[in-house]
């Protein structure tokens, strides 16, 4: 009898101090990513009550490159979004040689309307490149904290191993210019045979890095198109490492006996945004979140200067998607 009286109250004490542990959780996932600290093995994972929605959301400008500048600027007010990802690179909004003019004028527009950039797409792939210096000079001088770097490909002479460490060199000396900066890089999981598309390789770049200024940009729509069913395992591991995510869907169709990938609006594929969700509730409720609508745009998806599709069209996709990020992040 007493045995079991001193069972239940040790029992009842265990819960509540675990209780007590649980409410703390936010609090050390926030200081987690605070103190330019990243850990080499998992955390305990950033556990998001859902009742305030903090992420600030951004539209790829790749699909608006068709517009004018205030004209941008306008779209992006009125569509409720909270600002841009830029594309900072070759045959984007802003061509790299010409960023520091450019770049200014871009922020300019888009403060006036009350929104910002709230990320870059960029052709970063190292610190020694020829513009990587003004690019990011320039960025961290505006307050731009995020951009997403360049893919890396596998040097198919060496190893898969030779590779990941010639991989962590240049990530490694891009993460202090970083830091330098002010600024944190981001790279794509994108499906494929290059580096980071299975994921698994990525992170154990990133541990070697062990820098809170270079991470994942997590793409869940090239996640499924790599593995349908455990895309839950990759994100599971590279969690400590996701500054910012990507939201998109797809779907697999077949043309002519070929199977290819066909791009859909959000919720309109094969992406389970039900069980993405719960994973995202995992993360920083601060994280940005960058919408690409790479789906059919009258050519707007593909980054064209002139696109089949109206003002009215483009503001009422960007509306929709951003409901739909809303009611499902």
């Known amino acids: 009898m007493n045995n079991n ?33 990243t850990p ?11 009742t305030i929605r903090m992420h600030k959301v951004a539209v790829f400008s790749k699909a608006l490159q068709w517009t004018e500048l205030n004209q941008m600027a306008d779209m992006v007010a009125e569509s409720g979004i909270d600002g841009l990802d830029l594309t ?13 003019d450019d770049l200014p004028k871009i922020a300019e ?42 893919w890396y490909s596998y040097d198919k002479l060496q190893s898969i191993d030779d590779n990941l460490q010639a991989f962590v060199k240049r990530m490694a000396a891009l993460a202090e210019m970083n830091k330098a900066n002010n600024i944190k890089a981001g790279y794509q ?21 062990n820098s809170p200024w ?15 069913n455990s895309w839950p395992l990759g994100f599971d591991q590279v969690q400590p490492f996701i500054n910012t995510i990507v939201m998109k869907d797809f779907y697999w169709s077949k043309n002519n006996d070929k199977w290819s990938v066909t791009n859909v609006p959000l919720g309109k594929g094969m992406v389970d945004f039900k069980a993405y969700k719960d994973k995202v509730a995992t993360l920083s409720p601060v994280l940005p979140i960058t919408i690409h609508q790479e789906y059919d745009l009258g050519g707007a998806e593909h980054g064209n200067r002139k696109a089949n599709i109206t003002e009215a069209q483009m503001l009422a996709a960007m509306k929709k998607d951003l409901a739909f990020v809303k009611n499902n992040i």
């Open 5 to 37: 009286k001193s069972f239940a109250v040790s029992r009842r004490s265990f819960l509540q101090k675990a209780g007590l542990t649980g409410l703390a959780l936010p609090l050390a996932g926030h200081q987690l990513f605070s103190n330019n600290t």
């Open 40 to 50: 080499l093995s998992s955390p305990a994972p950033f556990i998001s009550t859902n």
């Open 88 to 100: 900072v690179r070759p045959g984007g909004h802003v061509e790299p040689e010409r960023v520091k």
């Open 109 to 150: 527009a888009m403060k006036k309307v009350g929104k910002e950039i709230v990320m870059m797409t960029t052709a970063i792939g190292g610190a020694d490149e020829p513009y990587t210096k003004d690019i990011l000079t320039t960025a961290g001088q505006l307050g731009i904290g995020f951009y997403r770097m360049n």
């Open 189 to 209: 999981n994108h499906a494929g045979t290059g580096f980071g598309s299975p994921v698994w390789d990525l992170v154990q770049v990133l541990r070697q890095v």
């Open 214 to 228: 270079v991470g994942s940009q997590y793409d869940i729509r090239h996640a499924v198109v790599e593995g349908a």
